[in-house]
């Protein structure tokens, strides 16, 4: 999963939101954190619903994701 999700990792060491300039209010946020051997962590946070090209990229790449980790089940509202 580490290698798919590179792409839209952040600097290691950093916390960034990504840019949406066009996301709906009511949506869910989404944090991914990678945590290197040393503790260091490195934090995405994600506005879902983005109406953006990268946005819709981000949302296939991490369904996809979830469907290959088999984790489905654990997501809900």
């Keep these: 999963m580490s290698r798919a999700v590179a792409p839209i990792r952040p600097p290691s060491g950093s916390v960034r939101d990504w840019p949406c300039e066009n996301h709906p209010m009511d949506t869910s946020d989404l944090t991914l954190e990678w945590v290197g051997e040393d503790g260091q962590r490195t934090v995405l946070r994600y506005k879902m619903g983005c109406k953006t090209a990268d946005g819709a990229m ?20």
């Design 58 to 77: 981000i949302e296939r790449l991490l369904d996809q994701q979830i469907q290959r980790l088999g984790v489905a089940g654990w997501i809900g509202g």
